[in-house]
């Protein structure tokens, strides 16, 4: 390793420069990553804040969330087999304050259970950040499919459906507004769930892509993140490529003088290990940093599980890409290469 090292300062401006790149193509990695994780949230709060479970829509509604409606003889008879059963309906909507101005909205209505508020007609509870629009508690809300008026009896925190903020509301108040009897899905906490015939049933994770967007959205931020991933692998077998063909002559007089071939792989891999980790610890240093000063309202959310399984994914990779940069080191002919001049 000692060899490894002296080479890092003789050509510390190299090393330096792939450092850097490293540096940069991780921290945007992180960043990405900290957007996808927060835009999730934003989505689908209501739902991931959800126990694990089974989610149960209609089968007529072709696994689209929008179009399920669960008969109501269907809904009684789960209820009945199933006391933990719990149906729910989500529709977007608009409210209006006491100076009309209209706030975007994803109206929840549910049958009783704790897993949701429980509200009484014409109360109305909404996600905390509707704070910040200047809504406060005992507000008289107002919405245009609706006769009476909601009443502000509280906020709940990180309650996000469809990127709007959550209101909780009555059942009767939620038919009147929508003109529909049925709810839209049951679920069933719990890991042993059942399975009913006469419903679709999802997970936790499969129902997250029955909400409009969703998939979309976290598919396209997804690929960006891992697509850096694999430029960060390209990197580290470009540049040890070419520092390779730069000491061919170096790699010859070692072997003639006895080097084994895995010891020059160890040097390359301990350089690679040395610029990785610097790059990383900056990167993640600067990215948890960017969780302060991001701009309010951005949702960004970046968790150490995260971190550490980018962290080693990019360990992995820059391994790879370093080890097959280091193939043609296998193949060289001690004489030949001394016999090219080449230090």
């Known amino acids: 390793m000692k060899i490894a090292w002296k080479e890092m300062k003789k050509n510390k401006t190299r090393f330096l420069i792939l450092g850097s790149i490293i540096f940069l193509v991780s921290f945007l990695t992180f960043i990405i990553s900290g957007l996808a994780n927060g835009l999730s949230q934003d989505n689908a709060a209501l739902i991931k804040k959800l126990p694990q479970g089974q989610f149960y829509l209609d089968k007529d509604a072709d696994k689209t969330y929008n179009l399920s409606k669960i008969d109501e003889g269907v809904q009684q008879q789960i209820f009945i087999d199933n006391p933990e059963a719990t149906a729910f309906s989500v529709q977007m909507g608009f409210v209006n304050d006491a100076e009309d101005k209209q706030h975007s909205l994803a109206f929840v209505t549910s ?17 905390r950040s509707l704070q910040e629009d200047g809504i406060q508690v005992g507000d008289v809300l107002t919405n245009n499919q609706f006769s009476g008026e909601f009443v502000v009896k509280g906020f709940v925190d990180q309650q996000k459906y469809s990127h709007a903020p959550v209101a909780f509301i009555a059942m009767t108040n939620y038919q009147e507004m929508y003109r529909v009897m049925e709810m839209q899905t049951i679920f069933i906490p719990g890991k042993d769930a059942p399975t009913l015939s006469a419903l679709d049933s999802f997970s936790n994770k499969e129902f997250l892509h029955a909400i409009p967007s969703y998939s979309a959205e976290q598919m396209s931020l997804n690929m960006i993140v891992w697509f850096l991933v694999i430029i960060s692998g390209m990197l580290f077998a470009i540049f040890f490529y070419m520092m390779n063909v730069q000491k061919i002559g170096l790699y010859g007089i070692l072997k003639a003088i006895g080097m084994k071939t895995i010891s020059l792989f160890k040097m390359i891999w301990y350089q690679m290990l040395v610029i990785t980790a610097i790059s990383l610890v900056l990167s993640i240093a600067l990215s948890q940093a960017f969780s302060f000063v991001a701009p309010e309202g951005m949702p960004f959310h970046l968790t150490m599980d995260t971190v550490w399984m980018l962290s080693a994914v990019f360990m992995v990779v820059g391994f790879i890409g370093a080890t097959i940069s280091g193939f043609q080191v296998k193949n060289i002919e001690p004489l030949q290469a001394i016999q090219q001049g080449e230090m």
């Open 111 to 127: 049958t009783d259970s704790e897993l949701f508020e429980n509200v009484k007609e014409g109360e109305i509870v909404l996600d």
